[in-house]
């Protein structure tokens, strides 16, 4: 049983954080009502309905953290060898042959870390919907409408969200969470940009290649290297493998460069 001052101790630690959020977002707001309204209207038209929903949730999105934390994502790279010892990176794989700054931050903060906090679930995790939310409490994107809390309640993805307030939950978590993506966002754009142009080297003829992965690496074949991602090192909090075992090889259909199963041809 939960005691009633568990959650008061935990609001009294992140009561700083909550006030200096709601500061910083009052002042971006002034500074958008300071300018010309046409100026400001006209550049929240040029971004799509994600980025203007993270300046608008994240007060630090172009704030002096945001350089010191992208700063801090790009070591990243650099410490594969140290991160393989802590299973959050493959033994014998180089990030340099074929991973961008963006790639490596991804794969071991969220397929790592993150996805490794989470517990197994049974039927007994599924919550029962007891409120509706507001229709302006989404994110927008095109014809996309995404809401920025489950209505299920809490907690949705990790076990430790039940013991945060539903007043911190949605004016300081989801703050977080926002500012966390904008950084993703920045990371491989350009000029550090939310709004900029995605720079990557899909094309590029002499990166990102299975010729150069398996050159440099210990791996006798593709399927050795892609695996290498998955077993042994990446289990939940409560050490259950993080992906199941593979059931169907995909390769026994696919002959000839087509696909031979049946639903091809329905």
Not at 165 to 177: I, Q, T
Request: hydrophobic share 45%.
């Amino acid at each position: 049983i939960q005691h009633p001052l568990e959650n008061i101790s935990v609001a009294m630690a992140l009561l700083p954080l909550v006030l200096l959020t709601a500061l910083a977002a009052s002042r971006g707001e002034d500074s958008c009502a300071a300018d010309a309204k046409q100026n400001c209207l006209a550049e929240e038209a040029e971004v799509d309905g994600i980025a203007q929903d993270i300046r608008k949730i994240c007060p630090f999105v172009d704030s002096a953290v945001s350089p010191v934390a992208l700063a801090v994502m790009r070591v990243l790279p650099k410490i594969t060898g140290a991160m393989s010892m802590a299973s959050l990176w493959p033994k014998n794989v180089y990030p340099e042959d074929w991973a961008d700054d963006y790639t490596v931050a991804v794969i071991t903060i969220i397929a790592r870390t993150l996805l490794g906090l989470y517990k197994t679930r049974d039927k007994a995790y599924v919550n029962i919907p007891t409120e509706l939310l507001s229709p302006k409490d989404v994110a927008q994107i095109e014809n996309v409408y995404a809401p920025h809390l489950d209505p299920d309640g809490s907690p949705n993805f990790f076990w430790f969200e039940g013991a945060i307030p539903g007043a911190l939950l949605r004016n300081l978590y989801l703050r977080l969470n926002s500012c966390f993506y904008s950084l993703l966002r920045k990371l491989s754009a350009e000029n550090n940009s939310l709004v900029g142009r995605f720079e990557d080297a899909l094309d590029d003829p002499h990166f990102n290649t299975w010729e150069t992965v398996l050159k440099n690496g210990t791996f006798k074949n593709k399927h050795d290297w892609v695996m290498s991602f998955y077993e042994g090192i990446a289990h939940t909090w409560d050490m259950t493998p993080l992906w199941p075992k593979q059931m169907t090889n995909f390769q026994d259909f696919f002959k000839q460069d087509e696909w031979s199963d049946q639903l091809e041809y329905t």
